[in-house]
Every structure is written in structure tokens, then in C-alpha cells.
């Protein structure tokens, strides 16, 4: 590669990390929204800290929405990937790699950076929550706008995107290996009540809702959920999506075999899933064995594009 093996590495991770919290603040948005509505339709605030990658205890002190979970997601500076530390690290990232950005990238991610010091600690309160998360998403839309509209089609650009599409297809995992496992497991009377307005919590918490209703035109229950966020290549933020979106990427990059015959396996891991409507150990299990698919690109990518 031409690109600084150094470089390579902090422009992957920037992008990574930029969709760590701009997923997480999806999540946290659509979550609060469906406990708002129905608090009693079996929603527990603890299963997003798993859905964040963490196994740290943190559970609400009452049913209340001003809780430690907010606060472990948004703002604990302790909290690898709350949405405060994932910002600063994206723009730690970027800023020893300017030289390869637009302008007005770097401008966009050093906004949002500021923005996030400043208000974080005080956007656990719902007061101020939907409006900060509203700006950790409508920012991270922005500078891949400033990208897609105004960088040129080179190594960085690809490793950025192979960086963007592994986090993403690893949180559709986690938002299936959790919620829709979790969903899966409730009782009976809960889940009849309450099961099709939890599933439209799924979707939304990819902002995936609208295209799904229109790929499918049938109800929205479990197995159709499942399979949408997995199978369909043509909606972005599916496994299949994004995977077909970093096999792109990788073909454009040079000495791409090894890394190729890695998508490869994950492909063959996903094609092995079977969405069913009542067995969320067996999703959960899927899902982690996907997880460790993208970790073992992850690693193998990052021997290729990095080490060598």
C-alpha cells in the first residue's frame, strides 16, 4: 500500500469508533422512546450495556428513565465505548491523519468532539437527551456526506469504509444477539401484548423500520425482523449489507487475498443463521459466533493493512 501503515490503522479505528456512537446513540434513542410508551411491556435498561459490548453490572436504581445506564452509555469516562469516550477517540484518530481528509471533515469531527465535552455529563437527564443524541447522529451522517461528496477514491477512503462496516455489521449482531433474543424469551402474554411495537424497536434502533415495511408489505414479527437485518444486501445496515460493502472496499485494495478469504468466512457463518420466532438462545449463539467472524477480519486485516 502507498497509504502509511500508521495511518491506515487511525483512519480504520477513527471510523470505527465514529460508528460506535453513532450506533449507540441510535440504540439509546429508540430504547428510551419504546420504555417511554410502554414501560411495562418487559423492557429492562440493563440489556443495553451487553448491546455496548460490556459485561460491566450497571442496572437503574428504580424504573424511572434517569438511571446509571444512561449515564454508563453517554458520559462514563471510564466506559470505553460511551459515546463521550468513542467521539474523542474518533477525533484523536483524525487528527494525526489529517493530511488525508477533506477539510471539512476534520472541521465536522473536531464540532461534534467539542459539543460531546461539553454536553454529555448534562444529557443523561431526558430532558436533554433526545437533543444530544439527535447531534451525535445527525453529525456523523454529515462528515460521511463530506466524504462521500469530496474525497478522493483511494486507499484511505476504502480503509475508512472497511473501518464503518465492520462496526456497524458487529452492532447489528449485538442488537440482535441482545433485544431480539431478549424479545424472543418473554413470556407468552407479554410478548403477544407488547411483540410487534418491540420488534418496530428493533428496527428503529437501526433506523431500519421504513425500509423494512417496504422490502416486506407483511406484519412485523420475529422472524421476518431477523431475517431483514440479516439477509438483505440491499439495505445497508444488514449483515449481508455491510458485508457486501466491505468485500467492495477490499477488492479495491491491493494484495486483498487474505483479507478477501476472511469476508469470505463471515459470509459462510451469516448464510448458516436461521431465524426462528421462538428460540433467542440459538439467535444469541448466532450471533456471537458472527462476531467472532468480524473479530478474525478484523485481525486478519489488520496483519495485512497494518503489520506488513
Keep these: 500500500m502507498t497509504l502509511l501503515a500508521r495511518t491506515a490503522d487511525r483512519l480504520h479505528w477513527a ?24 414501560p411495562a411491556s418487559g423492557l429492562r435498561w440493563g440489556s443495553l450495556v451487553a448491546v455496548a459490548g460490556s459485561d460491566a453490572r450497571v442496572e437503574p436504581v428504580d424504573g424511572s428513565d434517569d438511571n446509571p ?34 477539510r471539512e471533515a476534520w472541521r465536522t469531527i473536531n464540532d461534534l468532539s467539542i459539543f460531546v465535552r461539553g454536553a454529555a455529563p448534562t444529557s443523561i437527564d431526558v430532558r436533554r437527551r433526545e437533543r444530544f443524541l439527535d447531534r451525535v447522529i445527525d453529525d456523523s451522517r454529515r462528515l460521511d456526506g463530506v466524504l462521500q461528496v469530496s474525497m478522493t ?6 480503509i475508512w469504509r472497511l473501518g464503518r462496516y465492520i462496526e456497524r455489521a458487529d452492532m447489528t449482531t449485538r442488537v440482535l444477539g441482545v433485544r431480539a433474543a431478549n424479545l424472543l424469551a418473554l413470556p407468552p402474554g407479554v410478548s403477544d401484548e407488547f411483540g410487534e411495537v418491540q420488534w418496530m424497536g428493533v428496527l428503529r434502533s437501526l433506523s431500519a423500520l421504513q425500509m423494512f415495511q417496504r422490502a416486506t408489505r407483511g406484519p412485523i414479527d420475529g422472524p421476518s425482523v431477523v431475517r431483514f437485518l440479516l439477509f438483505d444486501d440491499r439495505f445497508p445496515r444488514s449483515v449481508a449489507g455491510c458485508l457486501s460493502e466491505i468485500r467492495s472496499s477490499v477488492l479495491r485494495l491491493p ?16 448464510r448458516r443463521c436461521r431465524p426462528t420466532a421462538d428460540d433467542g438462545v440459538e439467535l444469541d449463539a448466532s450471533m456471537d459466533r458472527l462476531q467472532l467472524a468480524l473479530a478474525a477480519l478484523e485481525r486478519v486485516m489488520h496483519e495485512q493493512y497494518v503489520e506488513h
Excluded: K, Q, W
Design 153 to 158: 477514491r483511494d486507499e484511505a477512503y476504502e
Design 69 to 102: 445506564v444512561a449515564h454508563f452509555l453517554i458520559a462514563d469516562r471510564d466506559h470505553p465505548n460511551s459515546i463521550a469516550m468513542t467521539v474523542e477517540r474518533s477525533r484523536e484518530n483524525l487528527r494525526t491523519c489529517r493530511e488525508v481528509l477533506p
Design 255 to 270: 494484495a486483498y487475498g487474505e483479507v478477501l478469504a476472511a469476508v469470505e468466512t463471515v459470509d459462510a457463518e451469516l
Design 15 to 38: 471510523a470505527r469508533y465514529l460508528e460506535r456512537a453513532e450506533d449507540s446513540a441510535r440504540v439509546l434513542r429508540s430504547f428510551g422512546e419504546l420504555f417511554a410508551d410502554f
